[in-house]
């Protein structure tokens, strides 16, 4: 887990989440870029967002060129940072999930994040590193609230506990693998029988692997 976030001590010390992939790369949400690259920075190995960690540059964003901002497809991007991480007990990298995994109906999965607490309260991000377990949805039931899904997508929640606004590009993971990356749901957040919406990661993963083995 990481901290994509502006530099300097803003009102919103907090933008999205990202996923640690590789020494030099991770990954987030397409909807999280921004192109002022030089006004943005990413923050590892703190579960706090406004306290700790360990601050790095980055080089460059590559955005998946099929990106749709109206509907989210493809919604993902890959962070190059100037320089490599520095892997320790709090810093790692976690596998992303193989093109032919199948995830099981009765599922569990995990995210994080920093975001919102209280999808009624403006800017309620959390300083605390927060992660719940949620059911996998499958698709023709997931289709049954968004009728749009595409096969990048997979979806999750359906509880009371729900990824929300700043938990973007936030990871989704099965079996000690990301799967998911946080992508986008209905408001307000947490709404029983509503599940989020996330990147699905296998079907993405020949831009993620094409990407960092042409800009090593």
Not at 19 to 25: T, Y
Not at 149 to 168: E, F
Not at 169 to 186: A, E
Not at 192 to 210: H, M, N, Q, W
Request: aromatic share 10%; hydrophobic share 35%.
């Amino acid at each position: 887990m990481a901290i994509f976030r502006p530099k300097g001590k803003g009102e919103v010390p907090y933008f999205c989440g990202a996923v640690i992939v590789h020494e030099k790369f991770l990954i987030s949400a397409a909807h999280c870029y921004l192109k002022v690259i030089p006004q943005y920075r990413v923050t590892v190995g703190t579960d706090h967002a406004l306290e700790g960690g360990i601050d790095y540059d980055i080089e460059e964003i590559f955005v998946h060129p099929k990106y749709n901002g109206d509907n989210k497809d493809y919604d993902v991007l890959v962070i190059k940072l100037k320089d490599n991480l520095t892997f320790n007990d709090r810093v790692q990298k976690i596998e992303i999930a193989s093109q032919d995994l199948e995830i099981d109906d009765n599922a569990m999965l995990d995210t994080m994040g920093f975001g919102w607490t209280n999808p009624s309260e403006e800017n309620s991000f959390s300083n605390q590193l927060l992660r719940i377990t949620i059911p996998y949805i499958n698709q023709n039931d997931c289709k049954r609230v968004f009728t749009k899904l595409t096969s990048t997508m997979i979806c999750a929640g359906g509880t009371d506990k729900d990824s929300c606004k700043g938990d973007s590009g936030g990871p989704l993971t099965y079996d000690n693998k990301v799967v998911g990356l946080v992508s986008y749901g209905l408001k307000p957040c947490g709404q029983v029988g509503v599940p989020g919406v996330y990147t699905k990661l296998s079907a993405v993963r020949d831009f993620i692997d094409e990407t960092i083995t042409s800009h090593l």
